[in-house]
Every structure is written in structure tokens, then in C-alpha cells.
């Protein structure tokens, strides 16, 4: 097998790996200003898709330009993830250079779209691709690539812990070779308990003080992670932005999360915010948590909540995952002010951050490998790639870093 790395490699966005010119194994975004997208775009026969995140779905839709129109497969959260994501790129970019794609190819899409479950064996460019739950958000999958003689394992994003959401990853499937995600390859995440615990803490604490708490999320996952804790501590809560549509969606995929009624609770908890009638300047002061778009600060209706809140000391902004350096978020950690919506803002609300990452952790990583100390690993999704395949090595692994653009023949 020859395996290309056309994004994704010694970086995290953009992925995209072609298997023998013909299997593609996911095809991103990298969110920048521009975004970018991978190095180039394939002819494939086939697409196969780990999970719907931007870095791993954004430039799908541009696969099916001209008459080009490969089958595209992926379990059903993906599917309604990608579809989610290509519509507000077009809604954001549509039209100019940093979007590659146009209404007509996202419509293409839903015509060549294929749907599988976990552990059900199909068959794409002639491979026999099986899927298997990676434990990252629902519908994430582990992809196992078989010509024959060689199976490759794509690990995509993946958890061992479980989350509220979805449970760890458990699947090992036998492998030749693994391309194996590293986002937080020099990270120890705290036990997810302590870090939940830390947070209902600082929420309640806040909200019996007569503050207001804006919890910015990432709409797929996060969003959904955050409803179900506040219904866990019965903590009163609004959800806004994209986080709402995906919330209702993944409610119609149960086999896909790990408590379908806990999911379908946390629905009815949580007030979903329509945004008439200035409903969420009114609601700033109603001593809720506000969970909503965009996680880093960038967009959504996050720029209105934050201005409302930032002058109230007893008020609270509680980050939930990394932000990338550059983004507003990042900027109101370190700095204590930040440009929301063109405006440079100091804020006085307390600021927080919070790890509920949906990644394996070093630990995590290592654990899930130790099942393939004799298979040759190919180390990407990662800022330091180069430094994980060496610890790896170190250990005993057949371990690399592929650089972008390099090919590999497995
Ligand atoms: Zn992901």
C-alpha cells in the first residue's frame, strides 16, 4: 500500500491521506485566515471519513466537482456533521477563494453519500473498510483499510476515557500498520472527574454569588458535553449557536452516544435560545450558565453575550478546551482582554479555562499502542510528531513522522 499524506502531516487541520491513489481517508480544513486546505485535490474512487470535525470533513464537497462523484462513506453523525459544516462554510466564504466548493458540489454530496455502522465491513475502491467507535464524538471512527494482504489502521481522532458523551474507544483491531493521531502526545490531562468537579464548583459558586456564567463551546461534542453536566448538577442553563441544530440531531442517533436518555435530559434542561426580540441581552443577568458557539471566541453569538457580562467581576467566562494561539480566546487568557466582534475589549468577569479534551492524552496514546508494539506507526495530527514517533522509538516502536506531501508504502 502507498500512503500519502496530503494534509494532517506535522500539522493539525487539513487532514487527508490517499491510499494507492484511489481510498481517500478524509479530506479537512485548516481553520487560519485563509483557511487551507490539503496540498492537492485527488481523483479518487472512493472517500472514506473518520468523523465531522472541520479538520477532517471542510473540503469534502470540492470531491464532487466536474464529473467526478466517488462514493463517500462514513457512519450517519458524520454525515449530518459534514453537511452542517459545508453550509456554514458557504454561508461564511461561499463565493470567494476560501471556500472550494459551491452550493451545487454540497448537494452532489448527499447523492453519493454512503452510511455505515460501527464493526459493519464494506466495501470502497475495492478495500474491505471496516469502522470501529474511536470514543472522540459520536459517529468518530477508527478506520481499518484491507487490500488482501495488508490492513491498515487509520486511527482519526480518538478518547480512551470516557466522556459524559460518548464512552472511550475500546476497539484494537489487528493491523499491519497504524496512522496514528497525536494531538496531545506531551499532554497529562487531569482524571475528567476532577476537572468536571473543578468546573460545577466555580459555576455554582458564581451563579449563587448572582453572577452570569458564559461557557463558550464548540458546537459538535462540546456543546453537548456541557448540556449534560449542567443537567447532571441540575445547574439552570441556555445553549445557543450551532451547538442547538447539533444537539437536536444527535438526538436522533442513540446508538451513537453513550446515554441516549441522559442526552435527551440534558435537552429538555437545557432552554434553547432563539435569539428574538433581544432575548439574549435579557437573559445576561438570569444567573444561568450561557453554553454556546464559537469555543475559541471567533464568531457566534458568543459576541454578544461577552460584551453584555465582561464589565461584572462577579460574572464568569469559562474556556472549555485548548485555543489556539491567535484567537480571542487565547488573547482574554493571557492578556485579560480580547477583540470580540472588531472590538478590542478589556474584561472584568473572572476568566477560566477548563481541559475537556476528547483526545487521548500521552498516557491515553501510549496505552492504546501498547497493542501494536510489533506494527510499523506512522505518527500525524500533530504539532509534534516528529517528537512522539522519537519517544516511540525510544520504546522499542518501528515508529516515523511522515513529512506533508511524503509518501510511505506500507
Ligand atoms: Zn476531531
Known amino acids: 500500500m502507498d500512503v500519502q499524506f496530503l494534509g494532517g502531516a506535522g500539522e493539525i487541520g487539513r487532514s487527508a491521506v490517499l491510499i494507492d491513489e484511489s481510498l481517500l ?16 485535490t485527488p481523483s479518487p474512487d472512493a472517500v472514506v471519513v473518520s468523523h465531522g470535525h472541520l479538520d477532517h470533513v471542510g473540503t469534502i464537497p470540492a470531491l464532487v466537482s466536474g464529473d467526478a462523484r466517488p462514493p463517500i462513506h462514513w457512519t450517519p453523525p458524520t454525515y449530518e456533521l459534514a453537511m ?13 477563494v476560501n471556500c472550494p466548493f459551491t452550493e451545487t458540489n454540497v448537494r452532489r454530496v448527499t447523492q453519493v453519500s454512503e452510511t455505515h455502522g460501527y464493526r459493519e465491513s464494506f466495501e470502497a475502491a475495492g478495500y474491505e473498510v471496516t469502522f470501529y467507535n474511536a470514543g472522540h464524538i459520536p459517529g468518530s471512527a477508527h478506520v481499518l483499510v484491507d487490500d488482501g494482504d495488508t490492513r491498515l489502521l487509520y486511527t482519526g481522532d480518538f478518547h480512551t476515557d470516557d466522556q459524559r458523551l460518548v464512552s472511550g474507544t475500546t476497539a484494537r483491531p489487528d493491523a499491519d500498520a497504524v496512522i496514528c493521531e497525536s494531538t496531545y502526545s506531551d499532554v497529562d490531562h487531569d482524571p475528567r472527574d476532577t476537572v468536571e468537579g473543578r468546573f460545577v464548583e466555580s459555576v455554582e459558586t458564581t451563579l449563587w454569588e448572582g453572577g452570569t456564567v458564559v461557557v463558550p463551546a464548540f458546537a459538535i ?24 441544530q447539533v444537539t437536536e440531531m444527535l438526538g436522533q442517533y442513540p446508538e451513537f452516544v453513550r ?9 429538555s434542561h437545557a432552554r434553547f435560545v432563539t435569539g428574538k426580540d433581544g432575548q439574549r441581552k435579557r437573559i445576561t443577568d438570569q444567573k444561568a450558565a450561557i453554553v454556546t458557539t464559537s469555543g475559541m471566541l471567533s464568531g ?24 489556539v494561539e491567535g484567537t ?22 473572572r476568566v477560566e479555562q477548563y481541559d475537556f479534551s476528547a483526545h487521548a ?9 501498547d497493542s501494536y508494539r510489533d506494527t510499523p506507526v506512522l505518527v500525524n495530527h500533530g504539532d509534534r510528531c516528529e517528537a512522539f514517533a522519537a519517544t516511540l522509538r525510544e520504546d522499542g516502536y518501528d515508529a516515523a513522522a511522515p513529512e506533508l506531501g511524503a509518501t510511505v508504502t506500507v
Open 25 to 40: 481517508l478524509d479530506f479537512g480544513m485548516l481553520t487560519d485566515s485563509p483557511p487551507q486546505f490539503p496540498v492537492r
Open 84 to 96: 452542517t459544516l459545508a453550509r456554514d462554510t458557504l454561508k461564511l466564504h461561499g463565493g470567494t
Open 221 to 244: 461534542g462540546r456543546t453537548q458535553e456541557m448540556l449534560l453536566i449542567c443537567e447532571a448538577h441540575d445547574i439552570p442553563c441556555y445553549v445557543d449557536g450551532m451547538g442547538k
Open 259 to 267: 446515554d441516549a436518555d441522559a442526552l435527551q435530559r440534558a435537552k
Open 300 to 323: 457566534g453569538p458568543a459576541m454578544t453575550y461577552i460584551p453584555e457580562i465582561r464589565g461584572n467581576p462577579m460574572n464568569r467566562i469559562t474556556m472549555t478546551g485548548y485555543q
Open 328 to 349: 480571542p480566546g487565547r488573547d482574554l487568557i493571557e492578556t485579560g482582554r480580547a477583540e470580540i466582534d472588531g472590538r478590542i475589549m478589556p474584561v472584568s468577569a
Open 361 to 369: 492524552d500521552r498516557d491515553g496514546l501510549l496505552e492504546y499502542l
